[in-house]
């Protein structure tokens, strides 16, 4: 006998699941949108038509990054970010120079053999901007003008590869050579995802830049907690690749993902 309090019950069930299903996220094997970053490095991954990403990423000095993202149409996407240092805390604030913009065009979309290919422009550096030391540039150099391309496999979940070659217009520093880097992303669970990526620093070692030449190696683990709310945490620069670096730098990343 079906009672008031069971279909209450299955009501609550239903507009659970229904939620679930409708519910945005990059991260997991239940994952139903293409990650377009890894930690700092783009993937060939993007919004749909009609969706949108709003990001904020929080590091070092206060600092707070905040951007949104939407899918114009099918390949294409476009955002602007802004943000800077002493936002939280007690120091006085510092904005960056300029909004950061990217856009990203995707080429082939991926086959059986064959990876997805997209071309693409972000302004946007990462971690505090060192305009005061005359570089003129981000702690993380932007990607500025680059190619890459993404493949993805069902083991164990999702597995997805990821490489690109990147010039960055951060050239303040005196180093502008074009940049290689890599990546991968793996599935833990429906709803996590770890994520690897190895930016090869070729153009931040030599001229004034910052870098020692080891490259950038970071990790980043991301976590959906459903209606489309991600949240993240980076290992960042383990290879200390700068001064001032123990363990690796550490900052905090919250995504939402909706439909317009």
Known sequence: MIT?????????LIAATHNLVMAQSYAGSAANVEPTMLVDKPTAGLLKRGSYSVSSNFFQRGGMLIGITVGIFEPFTFGISYGGTGIIGKDSINMNPVPGVNAKLRLVGEGILMPALAIGFDSQGKEPYLGADSLKRYTIKSPGVYVVASKNY??????SIHGGLNKSLETGDGDGDLNMFIGVEKSLSSDVSIMMEYDFGVNDNHGHAIGKGNGYLNFGFRWSWGKGLVV???????????DNVDVGNRTLQIDYIGEL
């Open 4 to 12: 008031i309090n069971k279909i209450l019950i299955l009501s609550v």
């Open 154 to 159: 069902a083991i164990l979940g999702n597995l």
């Open 232 to 242: 993240g945490f980076n290992l960042k620069n383990i290879t200390k690749n700068q």
